[in-house]
C-alpha cells in the first residue's frame, strides 16, 4: 500500500493558544519534537511562561463568567457542533497522531474515533444534568427542598504522550457540558497533536478562552494548579505523578481525577479459542508499541496449553511488520520517543537479570528504511517469577510475559496479594461462564475483559481503575462530571 501523505513535514514553531488567540510565546525555553518512525524533527515548541500561564487561567476565568450562562440547550448545540467538526477533522487528525506520536494509522483512527464518542457521551451528559436535580415540595410544613447542580469553573487538564487525544476527549467535552472552562497542558512527547485537536475546537461557537492550550511540564502545571480561580484537575499520566499532584490538590482544598500507572494482566484458560485469544494478545501487549493504558505485559497460561500459547505468540509476534504508521500495510509502529524506548530495554534487562528467558528478541531490529527510528519488535519472555521486581513493574512497551498457573485460583491470589499496589485492568479467556464470573466478582481491579485484550470501556462508562491506579473523587469520561459540577441545596419555608 502507498504511503499517506504527511499533514506538514515541519510544523514550525508552535503557538500557545489562550483566549481563543494563537500566542506566540515569549519564552526562552524552546524544545523540539520529532516524528517518532523517522527520527527527524517536525516542530518546535515553547514552554509557557508564569505570566503566559497566568493569562490562560484569567482568559479561562473570564470565559466561564460567559460560558456558565448558557442555556443548557445552546451548550448542547456547541457541543453537537464540535462532534461535527471533528467528523470534518477526522483524516487530518489521524494522520498527525501517526506522524506525531508513532502509532499505526489504524490506531490513530480508532483514537480519534474514540474522541468523536466521547463528545457525543458529553452531548449526552448535557441533556441528562437537569434529571440530576431532585426536588421535594412540603418536605416539612410550608417547607419545599431542592438540590441544583452548578459548573465550580476552571480546570486545568493534563495529558500524557500515549493517549494525547484520547485523554484530552476523557476530560474537556465534559467540563465543557457542565459549563465549566479549561487550560489544557499536553505532555511534551507530541505537542502537535496538542494543537491539533485544540484547533477543532475553533470551529465551534464557545466564548474566546473556554479552552486554552499551554506547554510547559510539570512546573507550570503545579502553578496553574495553585491559581484561586483553579478547581482542581483531569489527569492521565504515571502513578508518581498523580500522587504528587494529589498531595498538592489536599494543601490546595482543590478536586481532582488522577489515572496513572498498571501492571495489567491476560489470563488464557485451557478451553479459550487459542487462535482468538493470541490474535487479541497481539493487540493488548504490542499494539500502539505496548503504549496502551488498558494493555498488558503479563499473559498467564492456566493448565496443559502453555505450550500451544507459546509458540502461536512467538510465531504471530515475528510475523508483524514494523514500519511508519502512515503505510496502511504496517502492524506496528516505533515507540513514541527515543527515551521511551530506552526504558523497556532497560526493563528487559531487569527481567531477564530477574530470572526471566527470552522467546522471542525484538531489540535488534532493523526497518530499512527507516534506520533513524525508535522501533522495538515485539518481545516475548517467559519462566518470570510473579514475585520478581519486574514482574511488578509496568514494562509499557511491546512486551508480553509468559507464566504457568495451574489455577485461576492462583492467578487471582497472585494479583490480589502480590501485584497488590495497582487495579487497572485484567482480561480471562475463556468459554466457562463459571470461570469469567468468578474472575470478575474475585479480581481486585477496575477494568475487566472477558474474551477481550483491551477492557476499553465505551465514553458513557468510567475508566474504573483502582488502588494506585488512580487518585481522586471522579473517574473520567462521563463519571467526571462529578469533578466538574457542585451541589448545592436549597431549603425554603413559604408559609
Given at each position: 500500500m502507498a504511503l499517506l501523505p504527511e499533514v506538514e513535514k515541519h510544523y514550525g514553531r508552535?503557538?500557545?493558544?489562550?483566549?481563543?488567540?494563537?500566542v506566540e510565546s515569549s519564552s526562552?525555553?524552546?524544545?523540539?519534537?520529532?516524528?517518532?518512525?523517522?527520527?527527524?524533527?517536525?516542530?518546535?515548541?515553547?514552554?509557557?511562561?508564569?505570566?503566559?500561564?497566568?493569562?490562560?487561567?484569567?482568559?479561562?476565568?473570564?470565559?466561564?463568567?460567559?460560558?456558565?450562562?448558557?442555556?443548557?440547550?445552546?451548550?448542547?448545540?456547541?457541543?453537537?457542533?464540535?462532534?461535527?467538526?471533528?467528523?470534518?477533522?477526522?483524516?487530518?487528525?489521524?494522520?498527525v497522531l501517526t506522524q506525531d506520536h508513532g502509532r499505526t494509522i489504524g490506531e490513530s483512527r480508532g483514537s480519534v474515533r474514540r474522541v468523536i464518542e466521547n463528545v457525543e457521551s458529553a452531548c449526552a451528559a448535557a441533556y441528562a444534568m437537569p434529571k440530576l436535580n431532585e426536588h421535594v415540595?412540603?418536605?416539612?410544613?410550608?417547607?419545599?427542598?431542592?438540590?441544583?447542580?452548578?459548573?465550580?469553573?476552571?480546570?486545568?487538564?493534563?495529558?500524557?504522550?500515549?493517549?494525547?487525544?484520547?485523554?484530552?476527549?476523557s476530560f474537556v467535552p465534559y467540563a465543557l457540558a457542565a459549563g465549566c472552562t479549561v487550560v489544557v497542558s499536553p505532555s511534551r512527547q507530541d505537542p502537535v497533536a496538542a494543537e491539533y485537536i485544540c484547533r477543532v475546537t475553533q470551529d465551534v461557537d464557545l466564548p474566546?478562552?473556554?479552552?486554552?492550550?499551554?506547554?510547559?511540564?510539570?512546573?507550570?502545571?503545579?502553578?496553574?494548579?495553585?491559581?484561586?480561580?483553579?478547581?482542581?484537575?483531569?489527569?492521565?499520566?504515571?502513578?508518581?505523578?498523580?500522587?504528587?499532584?494529589?498531595?498538592?490538590?489536599?494543601?490546595?482544598?482543590?478536586?481532582?481525577?488522577?489515572?496513572?500507572?498498571?501492571?495489567?494482566?491476560?489470563?488464557?484458560?485451557?478451553?479459550?479459542?487459542?487462535?482468538?485469544?493470541?490474535?487479541?494478545?497481539?493487540?493488548?501487549?504490542?499494539?500502539?508499541?505496548?503504549?496502551?493504558?488498558?494493555?498488558?505485559?503479563?499473559?498467564?497460561?492456566?493448565?496443559?496449553?502453555?505450550?500451544?500459547?507459546?509458540?502461536?505468540?512467538?510465531?504471530?509476534a515475528r510475523g508483524m511488520k514494523l514500519g511508519y504508521g502512515l503505510d496502511e500495510s504496517v502492524d506496528l509502529g516505533p515507540m513514541c520517543t527515543a527515551q521511551g524506548r530506552d526504558k523497556v530495554?532497560?526493563?528487559?534487562?531487569?527481567?531477564?537479570?530477574?530470572?526471566?528467558?527470552?522467546?522471542?528478541?525484538?531489540?535488534?531490529?532493523?526497518?530499512?528504511?527507516?534506520?533513524?527510528?525508535?522501533?522495538?519488535?515485539?518481545?516475548?519472555?517467559?519462566?518470570?517469577?510473579?514475585?520478581?521486581?519486574?514482574?511488578?513493574?509496568?514494562?509499557?512497551?511491546?512486551?508480553?510475559?509468559?507464566?504457568?498457573?495451574?489455577?485461576?485460583d492462583e492467578v487471582i491470589s497472585w494479583h490480589n496479594q502480590i501485584n497488590h499496589d495497582y487495579g487497572h485492568s485484567a482480561c480471562i479467556m475463556t468459554q466457562s461462564g463459571k470461570h469469567a464470573r468468578k474472575f470478575i466478582t474475585e479480581m481486585e481491579t477496575g477494568n475487566i475483559g472477558v474474551n477481550v485484550g483491551i477492557p476499553q470501556p465505551y465514553a458513557f462508562f468510567p475508566l474504573a481503575s483502582k488502588k494506585q491506579s488512580f487518585l481522586g473523587m471522579a473517574k473520567s469520561r462521563y463519571a467526571s462530571l462529578r469533578l466538574f459540577l457542585e451541589e448545592k441545596t436549597v431549603t425554603a419555608r413559604w408559609v
Open positions: 508552535l503557538k500557545l493558544y489562550i483566549g481563543g488567540q494563537w526562552t525555553r524552546i524544545q523540539t519534537t520529532t516524528n517518532p518512525a523517522t527520527g527527524e524533527e517536525i516542530a518546535e515548541f515553547p514552554l509557557a511562561t508564569q505570566q503566559e500561564a497566568r493569562a490562560a487561567v484569567e482568559a479561562a476565568a473570564q470565559a466561564f463568567q460567559t460560558w456558565r450562562q448558557v442555556a443548557l440547550r445552546e451548550r448542547a448545540r456547541i457541543l453537537f457542533d464540535l462532534r461535527q467538526a471533528f467528523e470534518k477533522h477526522y483524516d487530518v487528525l489521524c494522520r415540595d412540603q418536605l416539612a410544613r410550608g417547607i419545599d427542598e431542592w438540590l441544583v447542580y452548578e459548573p465550580k469553573g476552571v480546570f486545568l487538564i493534563i495529558t500524557p504522550g500515549n493517549i494525547p487525544m484520547h485523554a484530552w476527549s474566546p478562552g473556554a479552552v486554552n492550550l499551554v506547554h510547559g511540564g510539570r512546573e507550570i502545571n503545579e502553578f496553574i494548579l495553585r491559581q484561586p480561580e483553579v478547581q482542581g484537575v483531569g489527569f492521565i499520566g504515571s502513578t508518581a505523578v498523580g500522587q504528587r499532584l494529589f498531595r498538592l490538590c489536599g494543601e490546595l482544598g482543590k478536586d481532582s481525577s488522577l489515572n496513572g500507572n498498571g501492571k495489567n494482566l491476560v489470563v488464557i484458560m485451557p478451553d479459550a479459542d487459542l487462535d482468538q485469544a493470541v490474535s487479541w494478545l497481539l493487540r493488548s501487549c504490542f499494539g500502539m508499541g505496548g503504549q496502551r493504558c488498558l494493555g498488558s505485559d503479563n499473559v498467564v497460561v492456566v493448565g496443559d496449553v502453555y505450550d500451544q500459547v507459546r509458540e502461536k505468540l512467538a510465531t504471530a530495554l532497560a526493563w528487559i534487562d531487569r527481567a531477564l537479570a530477574d530470572g526471566a528467558r527470552m522467546v522471542s528478541d525484538g531489540r535488534s531490529i532493523s526497518v530499512p528504511d527507516y534506520p533513524h527510528g525508535y522501533f522495538l519488535a515485539p518481545t516475548v519472555l517467559e519462566g518470570l517469577d510473579p514475585h520478581a521486581p519486574s514482574a511488578r513493574e509496568e514494562a509499557f512497551g511491546p512486551v508480553a510475559v509468559l507464566m504457568r498457573a495451574s489455577s485461576l
